[in-house]
């Protein structure tokens, strides 16, 4: 019987039971598609992050994918924060390592005093309309903006109104694979935002870093600084701390470990 080896990292929270759970998984070569998919569906996480050495390749150390319980999706931050700071903590001789991924390409993870930060690729939003999904989400915000990478932003007058969503999941999925990021001033943090992606199997993400890979560009410019802290208000909760660097999108948090064991299939 196979055996890999799992761990559960909560990325963006300094204790168990908060920020984003995610599975990590070392592989030695890369499985098939399809038990890559079985085995995140059967973890039944956000996402679950399988890496391995990248051989023969100058600018990396791993490669890395993610998967949800729907699909395998182009990025990830949350989940690449936990693979990062796995490595760091099993005696990485480096402060940092480097991941090639197939959409998102090389994405850096680095020590940052206690906790840890990742760089992703920065993906400033442009206005549009977007009726259909202001529609499901219920509320009427004051802006709306998108980026082609299937990431939908909602901007909200006060924090009040993006914790008091209550979105029509089903109507959301049906528009697509798509991120609606609801957002506003937060009360004790610079920013705070909710997040939905039905149409990739998550009604709600606890704490998504491919989010504040938009929301560092959007929220930088209004702020009219490089950076802000930002919490998003879900169930779990967590804290980001966000920094835009030229095209690139810096987050910052802790990582708690919860679980390790063996996975069998």
């Known amino acids: 019987m ?27 070569s890369w499985l098939e598609d399809d038990i890559l998919q079985a085995i995140a569906v059967e973890n039944n996480l956000s996402e679950t992050a399988f890496y391995l050495p990248a051989k023969d390749d100058p600018e990396a150390d791993f490669e890395l994918r993610w998967f949800t319980p729907g699909l395998e999706i182009a990025l990830c931050g949350h ?94 999925a049906a ?19 909710r997040v939905f992606v039905p149409g990739a199997g998550v009604d709600e993400d606890p704490v998504t870093g491919s989010a504040h890979a938009v929301l560092t560009p959007f929220w930088a410019e209004r702020l009219g600084r490089d950076r802000f802290t930002a919490f998003q208000a879900s169930a779990r909760g967590g804290h980001v701390g966000c920094r835009l660097d030229g095209d690139r999108a810096v987050l910052s948090g802790h990582c708690a470990t919860v679980i390790e064991g063996e996975f069998f299939f």
């Open 79 to 172: 989940a690449t924060l936990a693979t990062g700071a796995h490595i760091l903590r099993e005696g990485w001789a480096r402060n940092s390592v480097i991941f090639r991924t197939r959409k998102a390409g090389l994405l850096e993870v680095r020590r940052n005093g206690e906790g840890f930060e990742v760089s992703l690729p920065a993906y400033p939003p442009a206005p549009k309309a977007l009726p259909e999904a202001v529609a499901a989400l219920d509320a009427e915000p004051l802006e709306t903006h998108f980026h082609e990478g299937r990431y939908s932003l909602y901007l909200y007058e006060n924090e009040d109104q993006v914790r008091a969503l209550a979105p029509d999941m089903r109507a959301l």
């Open 175 to 193: 528009i697509g694979d798509w991120q609606f990021i609801a957002t506003a001033p937060g009360s004790e943090t610079d920013v705070v935002s």
């Open 2 to 28: 196979p055996t890999l080896r799992l761990v559960q990292i909560d990325a963006f929270s300094k204790t168990a039971f908060g920020g984003n759970p995610a599975a990590v998984m070392p592989l030695e």
